[in-house]
């Protein structure tokens, strides 16, 4: 179980790449030209998927780049959006 959630709306993503650029094995672009969450679940409007500390870095980094604003992290333990 990891440690923090990713939150991913696929639906608002602009296709920028910068998810992609900065988090390449957890980022990549799809056809469609938005990007996928490799290894996230759907729960309903979201892509989800657990990470531990190891992979933080630059899932932070790639959500903190993301022009649209729709990677959210999220600490399991105290419920805290750290992005
Ligand atoms: S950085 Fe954001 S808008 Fe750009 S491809 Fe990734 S999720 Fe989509």
């Known amino acids: 179980m990891g440690k923090y959630k990713i939150e991913y709306q696929r639906s608002g993503c602009i296709g920028a790449g910068v998810c992609a650029a900065l988090c390449e094995k957890h980022w990549v672009m799809a056809d469609d030209g938005k990007a ?3 290894g996230a679940k759907n729960e309903g409007e979201l892509n989800v998927k657990e990470i ?4 933080l870095d630059c899932n932070k980094q790639a959500a903190e780049g993301c022009p649209a604003n729709v990677i959210h992290i999220i600490d399991k333990k105290t419920g805290e959006k750290i992005v």
């Not at 531990?52 to 992979?55: A, H, M, P, V």
Request: hydrophobic share 30%; aromatic share 0%; no cysteine.
């Open 36 to 38: 996928d969450l490799v």
């Open 52 to 55: 531990d500390e190891t992979e």
